[in-house]
């Protein structure tokens, strides 16, 4: 997923993004509660971590400004404000979900996931489907013609973006971009050396390609045409 996460602490937001990156999210990190709304109404992301004692604009003024806004995205409040009252608080404003610091990152990890969960089943989109290649999103399993394969974690979020963008063209900068996380990097061959390992598995047993090479542009996911 894309993930925002707003968090003025420096050591306890790098801890976070360390985290949610090895758990094969890509997440953009903001220390100042004006700049959360700001990124949350102009950009795309799947999910917000907001703390509740921000700079600028407080975590709670911020989640009401986006849900005035309409925007329907999922928050979830990592916050030391953890007195019950402020629990209350913060899910009666619209918070999806409330965890209180200090935390255990297996727990934030299963918080997201259930919120992962309840999203995917709103939108009835549990399995993506490419020709005869099936990504199930909750048990996060990648099967082709029977044959389960064991992805890692950056080539599951790959097969995923590549797979919702189906007979349209990723480019190496987005793929760069939710992965990643990086904005700008020419000479990195990152992409090249997980999308050849993809390939491997999502590919060479198999007699159809389904991943294509776009030219001096990125990655194409179809079947036969």
């Known amino acids: 997923m894309k993930i925002l996460l707003a968090e003025d602490d420096a050591k306890v937001a790098d801890y976070i993004v360390a985290g949610l990156s090895e758990h094969g999210h890509s997440v953009d990190h903001v220390a100042d509660g004006r700049d959360a709304l700001s990124y949350c109404l102009y950009n795309e992301c799947d999910l917000a971590i907001l703390d509740r004692m921000l700079p600028g604009m407080d975590g ?13 995205l999922p928050v979830l409040f990592l916050t030391a404000m ?32 259930a919120i992962v969960r309840r999203k995917t089943q709103t939108r009835a989109e549990p399995v993506l489907t ?8 909750l048990s996060r399993t990648a099967t082709r013609q029977g044959t389960v394969m064991e992805l890692h974690s950056k080539e599951f979020a790959i097969l995923e973006i590549l797979m919702r963008n189906a007979g349209r063209v990723v480019t190496r900068t987005l793929l760069l971009e939710r992965v990643w996380n990086f904005n700008f990097e020419p000479n990195t061959t990152v992409v090249e050396t997980h999308m050849s390992r993809l390939r491997a598995k999502v590919d060479k047993p198999f007699d159809v390609p389904l991943i294509h090479t776009i030219r001096n542009t990125g990655y194409s996911m179809h079947g036969p045409r």
Do not use: C, M, N
């Not at 020709?131 to 999103?137: A, F, G, I, T």
């Open 60 to 72: 709670l003024s911020v989640l009401k400004a986006l849900r005035a806004s309409g925007k329907p």
């Open 130 to 137: 490419v020709h005869d290649l099936q990504l199930d999103l």
């Open 82 to 113: 953890g007195q019950v009252d402020d629990r209350v608080e913060g899910l009666a404003a619209g918070g999806d979900d409330y965890l209180t610091k200090p935390f255990h990152f297996s727990e934030l990890i299963a918080r997201i996931d």
